[in-house]
Each structure stands twice: as C-alpha cells, then as structure tokens.
C-alpha cells in the first residue's frame, strides 16, 4: 500500500524560500504524476503544481514564478521550492499522487488518489 | 476565486439524501472528468469519486457522481453522521492547463 509523508520546516520568515519533501513509501513513482496541494487556514484546496514520472512538470500559473518541483527517483522522494515566500504561503501542504491520461479522445482524465497527511508551513518573522 | 463554483454548504438529517453540485465551464468539467473529494475535520482529503462516477474500491456505494454538460454532482444517500465533511470537486482545465477545484461544501447532518 503506497504512503506518502511530508517534511519540512514548519516555521520561515517572509522572503525566504521553503522547501519540502515528500517520500513515497510501499510504491514505485514510475507511472504516476507527483502533486503539491496547500490549504491555507480555514479556506480550500489550491494545486500548486506536478512533476511526472519522466520528470515534465507542470505549475499552478498563479504561483509558477516562485515554484520549482523536483524528483529523486533514487531516494523515491519529489520536493517542493516555493521562494520568496509571504504570510500569504502560511498553509497545510500536502502531497499527493495523481493519475493522467485520456478519456475517450481528447477528455482529460486527472485524479489524485493517495494524500500525504500535510505538513504546516508558517510565514512569520 | 474558484473556477469552479459550488454552493458553500448543504445539510441533511440522518437517511436522507444530499445532492451538491459543481458547475463549471467548457475547459475543464465540460471536456475533462470530474472528480470529488472529502476532506473530514483535521484530516487530508481523500478521493471519493474520479472520472466523473466510479467510487474507489473503499468508498461505500452511498455515495455516487454524475455529470451533465458543465456540471457534476455528487449524491450522498443514507446519510451518516460520519458524512459531515467539506466536500470538494476538481478538474483539469485545459484553459489554465492545470488542476482547478471547487470552494468546497460543508455538509452538515442535523
């Protein structure tokens, strides 16, 4: 059974970059789309953005000039960078695998089906 | 503010059943599937429903999706006390070129 764990720092200061790992355990990361999702307090989700299995990656527009994901197929592990961070970026950050393919022709088909638990990232000086 | 819309709560006493819908646009419900998920209190969300109908294999089959053009909707019939949840849909837009998800829909049992 695939399980997926957070880590981070938890606490950072405005303009700082924050990274996060997510380590995929019971599984392979071959075949499958590797997400960043964050929740700020008391609001929904966000996507933040994907690295896939052969390493294209894709980003929330919103967010894509601060965000790079990485992935290390060696230590079955993918991360985060999110750089110049503000109080803004305080949220629950969780990592999630996804499946990506086509649905009868051109339809999309895009689901995320095994969650990290998340970690909190804070923004505070 | 979302892509997606959704209506910010919905309730239901015990048994009942609990429709919540999600419309969205041509880029994203109207040419990709939907999915929904539930997020329980202090938990990560889990899926409920993907490709616009089919449950997981855990998912109890109270809980069903449908789609019609634009929109989608997820049932919950006999309802739980264990149901009371935020509830979120999601779909990838081809316009962002990305995943997009709905506010979410707190769903109450009386």
């Known amino acids: 059974q695939v399980q997926l764990q957070e880590s981070g720092p938890g606490l950072v200061k405005p303009s700082d970059t924050v990274s996060l790992t997510c380590t995929v355990s019971?599984?392979?990361?071959?075949?499958?789309?590797w997400n960043w999702i964050r929740q700020p307090p008391g609001k929904g989700l966000e996507w933040i953005g994907y690295?896939?299995?052969?390493?294209?990656?894709k980003y929330n527009p919103s967010l894509e000039s601060r965000v790079t994901i990485s992935l290390d197929t060696s230590k079955n592990q993918f991360s985060l960078r999110l750089s110049s961070v503000t109080a803004a970026d305080t949220a629950v950050y969780y990592c999630?695998?996804?499946?990506?393919?086509?649905?009868?022709?051109?339809?999309?088909?895009?689901?995320?089906?095994?969650w990290g638990r998340g970690t909190t990232v804070s923004v505070s000086s | 503010q979302s892509v997606l819309t959704q209506p910010p709560s919905a309730s239901g006493s015990p048994g009942q059943r609990v429709t919540i819908s999600c419309s969205g646009s041509?880029?994203?419900?109207?040419?990709?599937?939907a999915n929904w998920y539930q997020q329980l209190p202090g938990t990560a969300p889990r899926l409920l429903i993907y490709r616009d109908n089919q449950r997981p294999s855990r998912v109890p089959d109270r809980f069903s999706g449908s789609k019609s053009g634009t929109s989608a909707s997820l049932a919950i019939s006999g309802l739980q006390s264990e149901d009371e949840a935020d509830y979120y849909c999601?779909?990838?837009?081809?316009?962002?070129?990305?995943?997009?998800f709905g506010p979410g829909t707190k769903v109450t049992v009386l």
């Open positions: 690295i896939s299995y052969t390493e294209s990656t």
């Open positions: 041509r880029s994203n419900i109207g040419s990709n599937t």
């Open positions: 999601a779909a990838w837009d081809d316009s962002l070129n990305g995943q997009v």
């Open positions: 999630a695998r996804a499946h990506f393919g086509y649905n009868f022709g051109p339809a999309y088909y895009y689901y995320m089906d095994v």
């Open positions: 019971g599984g392979s990361i071959s075949g499958f789309y």
